[in-house]
């Protein structure tokens, strides 16, 4: 009778799931030719009570797959073939790993066929498939503290990134029962077996910096230290042992240029580890998880435009288990006609999304935003971005400030970088502290004078000293108890004006990039840590000035710079000066602004800032 009662509750449930607006029948219904082969695996597990998880599996699997799929073509055969013969005796996931490299480079799918796992997976891989995972999990005892959709959701699937499914289960069993069996008498590894039963091993030993591949033509460097090709290892490492790993990225910094990702072991007795990820988080607008789940996205079915990193449903929000968020409402300056809104981060010089919502009443509702950030809200009419309202400020307290120009109260402001300050320049530079200036006529120093000491390092990484001398001598240097590095020296004469040394000078060359009026050129102390330069003739330096390991955001004499304010509708010029000092001054700036300086001479870095109680913050 039970067994009755069984197939009728999951054929029942199964036609309940298979409504027209059902996951199910939603996934079943773009399956074309394939949804017999789908529906005979549900009817495969329907049969016995013992299956009834296995009847679930192959519900969420089946239901997920729309939007998966693979790509097969010449131009990823032939770079599939270069890799088989140049690293053939490299482990399955090194190449599985440089294999997905290509999907990372530009126009990678062109002249490829795409193949989508509802018209192609067949009821004979899904069920071998299912069937394989089930029995491997029952010996995985790291696995026994997870739900069931946990378990779905970071064990089940069936693939990593852009590969044709296959069927691994025995590879799995072997690195089971060679690395991992034994160890289980003794402890749960699961931690261990998550970050790597060590990367090392992947690599027969040693992990290299980077690998050759040929793509289309073209011998490239892969660098394997990424955060991008780490993640694809650890994710690969952990389908292979079967542990719960993640895959978190935020899609853009809110306070600096570029993105990053990171694996995330699952383990709900450790918080998912995620305080091992502090370092990782530090004021992060928005984090997504890489999910084989579908999750909800913008329409990409009506003529608005979708900003790329939104297209795919396979990304779900977890900003709320790193750090503080808060709901934030953007209503738009003006009336606008369209779908979605989107909040945006400073980001490589432009303002990249990294949130969107949905049109409500004339408002946007954004959940979840990472606080500490500031934010400009966007649309896109037209396929270009517009700015629907003033930048803000959600400080840590949850609280928005909006960043409203106050053209009535006008500031004037010397500025002297436009990047935030990196203390690890300072510690970097530290040893240079107590350097001495010394002085001769004499090219070997046998006899020499010393002129003076260098005590301070000012924030901006210069050293000076004033020399108090006025002996003349032809040949100086600088010595030092450490290893140091010399961005520019400025020299003064008796008058104060700078002068410069003679260039490539045999056995004074080394000095030369210190005078080339490039703060990031460097010149180097030698063995002895000694830095020494040829005048050419006998000079009084009343002055030297060091700058030192530096980022080259400081304000330099001869850039051009321009500062910018943010008005809610772009960006406006308050105009467009050289430096003549360290500094640059501009005046008639509106309070409670966004700001922007730009290098126009040279360089990339550059991060917004706003100025409040007689401080400059870098966002």
């Not at 579908?294 to 977890?318: C, H, L, M, Q, W």
């Not at 000694?530 to 700058?547: A, F, N, R, T, Y």
Request: aromatic fraction near 14%; glycine fraction near 6%; hydrophobic fraction near 35%.
């Amino acid at each position: 009778m039970s067994k009755y009662y069984f197939f009728f509750v999951c054929w029942s449930c199964f036609f309940i799931s298979c409504t027209s607006d059902s996951p199910l029948e939603q996934a079943l219904s773009k399956s074309g030719k394939n949804r017999m082969q789908l529906e005979q695996v549900l009817k495969h597990y329907s049969l016995h009570p013992a299956d009834s998880l296995k009847y679930r599996a192959a519900c969420y699997l089946i239901a997920n797959m729309p939007g998966h799929g693979w790509y097969e073509g010449e131009a990823l055969d032939v770079y599939k073939q270069w890799i088989d013969s140049v690293y053939c005796g490299q482990s399955f996931i090194f190449k599985a790993t440089l294999y997905e490299a290509f999907f990372q480079q530009p126009g990678a799918t062109e002249g490829l066929v795409r193949y989508e796992d509802i018209e192609q997976l067949d009821s004979n891989f899904l069920i071998t498939y299912i069937d394989s995972t089930f029995s491997a999990i029952r010996r995985r005892p790291w696995l026994k503290n997870l739900l069931f959709g946990q378990l779905c959701e970071y064990v089940l699937p069936y693939r990593v990134g852009h590969e044709r499914p296959q069927q691994l289960f025995r590879l799995q069993d072997s690195i089971f029962n060679t690395d991992i069996a034994d160890l289980l008498h003794y402890d749960d590894i699961g931690n261990e077996v998550a970050t790597g039963i060590g990367l090392s091993q992947i690599f027969n030993g040693r992990i290299p910096r980077e690998a050759k591949v040929l793509y289309r033509g073209n011998l490239i460097n892969y660098n394997l230290t990424g955060c991008v090709s780490l993640a694809m290892l650890r994710s690969w490492l952990a389908r292979l042992t079967l542990c719960p790993v993640a895959l978190d990225l935020n899609p853009a910094f809110p306070t600096r240029n570029d993105r990053h990702c990171w694996s995330v072991m699952i383990d709900n007795r450790q918080m998912n580890s995620i305080q091992q990820l502090a370092f990782e988080v530090n004021k992060q607008g928005k984090i997504y998880r890489q999910t084989f789940t579908r999750n909800p996205a913008p329409d990409t079915g009506k003529s608005e435009y979708i900003p790329p990193f939104f297209r795919s449903p396979f990304y779900r929000d977890v900003t709320s288990c790193y750090t503080r968020v808060k709901d934030v409402t953007v209503t738009p300056l003006e009336p606008v006609s369209v779908t979605y809104g989107y909040l945006s981060v400073f980001n490589n010089l432009k303002w990249e999304p990294v949130a969107y919502a949905g049109l409500r009443e004339g408002r946007f509702l954004f959940k979840d935003v990472g606080c500490g950030i500031v934010y400009l809200p966007l649309i896109y009419p037209d396929g270009d971005a517009v700015a629907v309202s003033y930048p803000f400020l959600l400080d840590l307290t949850g609280k928005v400030q909006l960043l409203q120009p106050d053209t009535t109260h006008l500031l004037t402001l010397k500025l002297k970088r436009k990047y935030p300050s990196r203390l690890m320049l300072r510690s970097a530079n530290r040893p240079f502290l107590n350097s001495v200036v010394e002085a001769s006529n004499d090219p070997s120093f046998r006899r020499k004078d010393s002129i003076g000491v260098f005590k301070y390092i000012s924030e901006l990484q210069w050293a000076e000293i004033k020399t108090g001398s006025s002996q003349s001598y032809r040949y100086w240097r600088i010595c030092s108890r450490r290893p140091f590095y010399v961005g520019e020296c400025v020299l003064y004469n008796a008058k104060g004006e700078s002068i410069k040394p003679l260039q490539n000078v045999p056995g004074f060359t080394a000095s030369s990039p210190a005078f080339d009026d490039n703060p990031i050129s460097y010149a180097f102390s030698d063995r002895n840590y000694i830095l020494q330069w040829d005048m050419g003739k006998k000079v009084s330096l009343s002055g030297i000035e060091c700058l030192l390991r530096n980022d080259g955001n400081s304000v330099y004499p001869g850039h051009w710079y321009e500062l910018n304010y943010h008005d809610g509708s772009g960006w406006c010029s308050l105009g467009v000066k050289e430096a003549t000092e360290r500094w640059v001054e501009f005046s008639e700036i509106p309070a409670n602004a966004l700001l922007w300086l730009r290098d126009l001479t040279t360089g990339k870095e550059e991060r917004i800032f706003t100025y409040t109680d007689g401080k400059i913050c870098f966002w």
